[in-house]
């Protein structure tokens, strides 16, 4: 009777013991099945898509109160705001600066809510706006709008796109692909290590070996 219980007591430790091994190899071979991505990008509904110049980057600009932002940007031979689309705190003011390229141009809100007026080519123009409600404001120049000249201001808490979940390439982990398998194949050998072990605890020595079977 105290042969068996300690019998299944060693049979417990090890089972569980190896279980914990498994674990943690599994876990590490886990790491190849992770997703990238973050809270996703600013989404402004589609409206700088045809913009061709644009990174698709957000020029971050919170915590400052006051932001500059060129008309007639070197991106696109002057047919530009620079930056496209920025992000800033709600009570930010925006001032839009002329260069003197790419010809004459305004600034007007898709909405309605501002126009800096008619076109102007003069270098050194200004026109300035405070925006104090959080949300998008989407923007163009209208001598140049089918030009993609467009520009884009997003206030304080605004929508963001799904983050892309995109699997990681193991050779992205700085990992060469061949030691994936390697790994894959050890857990496998453990595997089959656990099965037949708990089968020879679990119904002792095989009858071909001397002694036969203890019960």
Not at 105 to 113: C, F, L, T
Request: glycine content about 16%; charged content about 15%.
């Amino acid at each position: 009777m105290g042969w068996e219980n300690e019998h299944n007591m060693s049979r417990r430790t090890f089972i569980s013991g190896m279980a914990g091994a498994t674990g943690s190899v599994a876990g590490s071979a886990g790491v190849t099945a992770q997703t990238q991505g973050g809270g996703g990008s600013i989404d402004y509904g589609g409206w700088l898509d045809d913009v061709g110049y644009w990174d698709e980057q957000t020029a971050d600009r919170t915590g400052q109160q006051a932001v500059t932002i060129a008309v007639g940007g070197d991106p696109n031979s002057g047919l530009s705001f620079d930056p496209v689309a920025v992000h800033i705190d709600s009570g930010t003011s925006v001032t839009w600066e002329w260069t003197g390229q790419g010809g004459a141009h305004n600034v007007v809100a898709e909405d309605g809510s501002f126009n800096s007026g008619s076109p102007v080519a003069q270098a050194g123009t200004t026109f300035t706006r405070t925006f104090d409600a959080d949300g998008i404001t989407n923007y163009y120049c209208e001598p140049h709008q089918s030009q993609g000249m467009k520009g884009a201001i997003a206030v304080g808490s605004v929508p963001r796109e799904a983050a892309v979940q995109q699997e990681t390439d193991p050779e992205d982990l700085g990992v060469p692909f061949q030691p994936h398998y390697v790994g894959i194949s050890a857990l496998l050998t453990m595997c089959a290590t656990l099965i037949f072990t708990f089968y020879l605890l679990k119904y002792g020595e095989s009858p071909h070996t001397k002694g036969g079977s203890r019960r």
